[in-house]
Structures are given as structure tokens and as C-alpha cells.
């Protein structure tokens, strides 16, 4: 049963139970959910310190807005006392710090629950790791819990947690929310203080908060983006939504179309005003601009965050247990390398152009968001990780599913994937906004869900 943070935030406070009690009801749920993959490593005795440090700070009335507030913790964000891995067996060391986004959170009285696993080095979406096993899909063990972030989204899903972080390079934080059937939120890069991550592409890298529910989502954002948490929701028919038909609702799982449609029906209904729009140029500039920008950077990055570790890069890829990831990474040795002018081109002219279509297509149809399925399918079986099938063809597993979500990410746009309703598989929808109208899209993200929770 999943768990609401604000509820169980109230629960502590009210005396309802200790902090001390949660973490020790916690260390019994994690043994079990370690066989699904979930979780990397936790601190029992830790947790039990901990909770009690919490319960005693809540008797002195000196508790934060997050006091007591265990976290699920992706494995490559660095915590001061729980290895960093990012997934692979080369890393081992502990950061002696946190992450400053992390830390944003500790400030305010949340708590480190446990390390969740991800797919290897958090370069791909199925979380399929070949070093730490698999994270099992709690709506279907069998199935995927998508990636990169799979271990914080199935945590979540599962209820062991209430909330936790993700990150999100092209749709990690909420690939594996849509897949598990809970809300993953990719903030406009840079609202939260960089540095503590293991890196993939500083461009596009971001923390990403999930939970079960948009206002959690909203309370752990305010916290590490420093504002203030404003629970205000617009009224549904002040609201002006693009539908975006070309690409984004293009080719979907009968199950995805289906559900995605139906949430469009509610919103009508509801007073929303739907808009069917496309932004100009973008798929075009994203072709030219996605992966020229990840691959390069990685290929810098990657290496100087493992020599800062006593790593070599070629010690750590031999390491790498996901044939996926092993493949990706030395299609980019030697001459085989991302070119610097694709690279440079990418950042400056398609990313360019994309963040600038981006913006003007905001304005001159003066919405409040773009809505689209999160994922073109839902999950599959676990071990698909070359191909998938998609409405009678194979097709690549990484870009297929990280169609919709992947130009949010070159952008740096705040985009936060939502459960929608029915039986089945989980489903997810996407909200995306204008870079840097964060806490306005949570608001409208709100409104969205209250609509679809009648």
C-alpha cells in the first residue's frame, strides 16, 4: 500500500508513532524487498539511532517541515555514510558528505532511509543492472520498473517509502514513475545546487524528487530548491493545456492511448481548456542534439569524476556487469567517439534553437503546460533491454522509451509524470512547462491529478 509523505510526516507529529518505531518497522520491509531489487544498501542501526534522534527533536518542538521523513535514496547521489556505487561494482567508496540537493532535505529533518539500486551507471531506463540484479516491477515482478531510477520509483510504488529522489538524464526520474504508478518530477536544470551526482552530462543532469502524489512531490522541491511551499491549485477552467499530436501521441501501446485519451476526456470535462498545438522544429533539433550532448560529455565527465575516486575509466569498464551499458560506453573509445563539432553544434545551435521554439510556442499559445503519455508502452518483461516490441515491431528498447521525455531534458524544462487511472499496468502522463516556471507546473500538475483522483 503506497504512503502518503505529508500523511505519515502528520503521523509523527501527532504522536500516531515514533520515528524509532518507523525505522525499525522499515529494517523488516527492506530484507524482504531486497530480493526485488529495490534497495543497494541500507544502515539498520543507523536508521534506529536516527529515528530516535528525530522522535526526540519532534518532543522539543525543534523538528523541520520534513522532520522524520525517510527517504529513498538513488545510489548515485552521495550520502555521507552509505556507499556511492552509481549502480556499478568499480565504485565502493563513501562520500563522507551528501549531495548539497540531499543535504537541502537533511536541513529540514528528512532522513536517509537506504541506497535504491538503478540500471548500471544510470545509463538506461530499465533498470536492469547486471552487477546488482534487476529492479522487479511491484504492479508485475516479472516486468521492468524502468530506469534510471527504478529502485526510488518501485520503493515508492511498493510503499516501503513514502518519497525519495531520483535522478533524471533523459526521462529517469519519470520513466520508471510511469511505469510503477507513481509521480516523478525532472525540475528546470540548475533549480537545485549541482555537485554530489554521479555524472552522465552535466547539461542535462538533474535530482529529481518522486512520491506518491504531486503535493509531496511539491514539499521535498521546495525544500531543495529553497522557496516556499505554497499549496494553492488553480481553478480547472483558468487552465490552458497543449496537446501536442505529432510525435509525443504518435505509435502508442494500445493500453498507453487508451488511458492518455481518457485523461484528455476528464480534463474537457472538467473545464480545462485543451489546445492541439505543436512546438516548431523540435524533433529535428532533438535528432541532432540528444545524444551528441550525452556522449561526449559522459566521455569527459565520467573519467574525471572516477580519477577523482582512484578510478581509471578502463578499470571501471571492466568492471560494468550490463551488456547494455558496456556496449554504449565503448562504442565511444578511440576514433569511435562522439565528435567535438557534433558535440559543439549540439550545444549551441540545436539545443539553442530548441529552448528558444520551446519558449515562443509557450507564449503565443499562452499555456500552462504540454500533456502527453510519459512512455509510448508500458513496461515489459524484464530482460528486453536490445529490443522491445511496439505494436508489431522490434524496436530499440533506450530510445523507445525515452521518446517523450528526452527533449524536456535537452531543453532543461521541468516536466512531472502522473498516474493515470484504470486497471492494468501502470500508465503514466506527462505534464512539461516553461524552463523555470517550476512551481506554477506543480500547481497545475495539482489540479490535474484532483481531476483525475474523482
Same mark, same amino acid.
Given at each position: 500500500?503506497?504512503?502518503?509523505?505529508?500523511?505519515?510526516?502528520?503521523?509523527?507529529?501527532?504522536?500516531?508513532?515514533?520515528?524509532?518505531?518507523?525505522?525499525?518497522?522499515?529494517?523488516?520491509?527492506?530484507?524482504?524487498?531486497?530480493?526485488?531489487?529495490?534497495?543497494?544498501?541500507?544502515?539498520?542501526?543507523?536508521?534506529?539511532?536516527?529515528?530516535?534522534?528525530?522522535?526526540?527533536?519532534?518532543?522539543?518542538?525543534?523538528?523541520?517541515?520534513?522532520?522524520?521523513?525517510?527517504?529513498?535514496?538513488?545510489?548515485?547521489?552521495?550520502?555521507?555514510?552509505?556507499?556511492?556505487?552509481?549502480?556499478?561494482?568499480?565504485?565502493?567508496?563513501?562520500?563522507?558528505?551528501?549531495?548539497?540537493?540531499?543535504?537541502?532535505?537533511?536541513?529540514?529533518?528528512?532522513?536517509?532511509?537506504?541506497?535504491?539500486?538503478?540500471?548500471?551507471?544510470?545509463?538506461?531506463?530499465?533498470?536492469?543492472?547486471?552487477?546488482?540484479?534487476?529492479?522487479?516491477?511491484?504492479?508485475?515482478?516479472?516486468?521492468?520498473?524502468?530506469?534510471?531510477?527504478?529502485?526510488?520509483?518501485?520503493?515508492?510504488?511498493?510503499?516501503?517509502?513514502?518519497?525519495?529522489?531520483?535522478?533524471?538524464?533523459?526521462?529517469?526520474?519519470?520513466?520508471?514513475?510511469?511505469?510503477?504508478?507513481?509521480?516523478?518530477?525532472?525540475?528546470?536544470?540548475?533549480?537545485?545546487?549541482?555537485?554530489?551526482?554521479?555524472?552522465?552530462?552535466?547539461?542535462?543532469?538533474?535530482?529529481?524528487?518522486?512520491?506518491?502524489?504531486?503535493?509531496?512531490?511539491?514539499?521535498?522541491?521546495?525544500?531543495?530548491?529553497?522557496?516556499?511551499?505554497?499549496?494553492?491549485?488553480?481553478?480547472?477552467?483558468?487552465?490552458?493545456?497543449?496537446?501536442?499530436?505529432?510525435?509525443?501521441?504518435?505509435?502508442?501501446?494500445?493500453?498507453?492511448?487508451?488511458?492518455?485519451?481518457?485523461?484528455?476526456?476528464?480534463?474537457?470535462?472538467?473545464?480545462?481548456?485543451?489546445?492541439?498545438?505543436?512546438?516548431?522544429?523540435?524533433?529535428?533539433? #532533438?535528432? @541532432? %542534439?540528444? =545524444?551528441?550532448?550525452?556522449?561526449?560529455?559522459?566521455?569527459?565527465?565520467?573519467?574525471?569524476? *572516477?580519477? $577523482? /575516486?582512484?578510478?581509471?575509466?578502463?578499470?571501471?569498464?571492466?568492471?560494468?556487469?550490463?551488456?547494455?551499458?558496456?556496449?554504449?560506453?565503448?562504442?565511444?573509445?578511440?576514433?569511435?567517439?562522439?565528435?567535438?563539432?557534433?558535440?559543439?553544434?549540439?550545444?549551441?545551435?540545436?539545443?539553442?534553437?530548441?529552448?528558444? #521554439?520551446? @519558449? %515562443?510556442? =509557450?507564449?503565443?499559445?499562452?499555456?500552462?503546460?504540454?500533456?502527453?503519455?510519459?512512455?509510448? *508502452?508500458? $513496461? /515489459?518483461?524484464?530482460?528486453?533491454?536490445?529490443?522491445?516490441?511496439?505494436?508489431?515491431?522490434?524496436?530499440?528498447?533506450?530510445?523507445?522509451?525515452?521518446?517523450?521525455?528526452?527533449?524536456?531534458?535537452?531543453?532543461?524544462?521541468?516536466?512531472?509524470?502522473?498516474?493515470?487511472?484504470?486497471?492494468?499496468?501502470?500508465?503514466?502522463?506527462?505534464?512539461?512547462?516553461?524552463?523555470?516556471?517550476?512551481?506554477?507546473?506543480?500547481?497545475?500538475?495539482?489540479?490535474?491529478? $484532483?481531476?483525475?483522483?474523482?
Amino acid at each position: 500500500m503506497q504512503v502518503s509523505l505529508r500523511n505519515h510526516i502528520r503521523a509523527l507529529q501527532s504522536g500516531e508513532y515514533s520515528a524509532e518505531a518507523y525505522a525499525g518497522s522499515l529494517i523488516e520491509r527492506f530484507e524482504g524487498a531486497k530480493a526485488g531489487g529495490a534497495l543497494i544498501s541500507f544502515d539498520g542501526p543507523a536508521l534506529l539511532d536516527q529515528g530516535r534522534a528525530s522522535d526526540e527533536r519532534l518532543k522539543a518542538g525543534q523538528g523541520g517541515v520534513l522532520e522524520g521523513a525517510f527517504l529513498a535514496v538513488k545510489d548515485n547521489i552521495d550520502t555521507s555514510s552509505l556507499p556511492t556505487t552509481g549502480g556499478t561494482r568499480a565504485l565502493t567508496t563513501t562520500a563522507g558528505q551528501n549531495a548539497p540537493s540531499l543535504q537541502r532535505l537533511l536541513d529540514h529533518g528528512a532522513i536517509v532511509a537506504g541506497k535504491t539500486n538503478l540500471h548500471e551507471l544510470a545509463f538506461g531506463i530499465t533498470s536492469n543492472n547486471g552487477a546488482f540484479g534487476p529492479v522487479r516491477n511491484p504492479a508485475d515482478p516479472s516486468m521492468i520498473a524502468g530506469g534510471s531510477s527504478g529502485g526510488t520509483a518501485a520503493a515508492i510504488a511498493a510503499g516501503l517509502l513514502p518519497a525519495g529522489l531520483g535522478t533524471d538524464t533523459g526521462g529517469s526520474s519519470r520513466i520508471p514513475a510511469a511505469l510503477c504508478g507513481v509521480v516523478g518530477f525532472r525540475p528546470t536544470t540548475d533549480r537545485y545546487p549541482r555537485g554530489g551526482v554521479v555524472p552522465l552530462s552535466s547539461t542535462r543532469d538533474t535530482v529529481g524528487p518522486m512520491a506518491t502524489n504531486v503535493a509531496d512531490v511539491a514539499l521535498l522541491d521546495a525544500a531543495m530548491a529553497g522557496t516556499a511551499v505554497n499549496d494553492d491549485i488553480p481553478a480547472a477552467d483558468a487552465l490552458r493545456i497543449a496537446v501536442p499530436r505529432r510525435v509525443l501521441w504518435d505509435d502508442l501501446d494500445p493500453m498507453v492511448a487508451q488511458r492518455c485519451e481518457a485523461v484528455l476526456q476528464r480534463l474537457a470535462k472538467a473545464g480545462v481548456t485543451l489546445v492541439e498545438t505543436d512546438p516548431a522544429d523540435l524533433w529535428e533539433d #532533438n535528432a @541532432a %542534439a540528444s =545524444f551528441p550532448i550525452v556522449l561526449f560529455e559522459t566521455m569527459v565527465e565520467l573519467p574525471a569524476y *572516477l580519477s $577523482a /575516486r582512484g578510478i581509471s575509466f578502463d578499470e571501471m569498464l571492466a568492471q560494468v556487469q550490463s551488456p547494455d551499458v558496456r556496449g554504449v560506453l565503448e562504442s565511444q573509445l578511440g576514433d569511435q567517439r562522439m565528435p567535438e563539432a557534433a558535440y559543439r553544434a549540439a550545444l549551441t545551435t540545436h539545443r539553442v534553437s530548441m529552448q528558444r #521554439n520551446w @519558449a %515562443a510556442w =509557450f507564449e503565443a499559445n499562452r499555456i500552462d503546460a504540454a500533456i502527453f503519455p510519459t512512455t509510448p *508502452l508500458v $513496461a /515489459r518483461p524484464i530482460g528486453q533491454d536490445e529490443t522491445v516490441r511496439l505494436n508489431g515491431q522490434d524496436l530499440p528498447t533506450f530510445p523507445t522509451y525515452i521518446r517523450n521525455t528526452d527533449h524536456g531534458s535537452v531543453i532543461g524544462a521541468p516536466g512531472i509524470s502522473l498516474p493515470t487511472p484504470g486497471d492494468g499496468l501502470p500508465v503514466g502522463i506527462e505534464l512539461d512547462g516553461a524552463v523555470g516556471q517550476d512551481s506554477w507546473l506543480l500547481k497545475v500538475a495539482a489540479c490535474v491529478q $484532483a481531476i483525475l483522483d474523482r
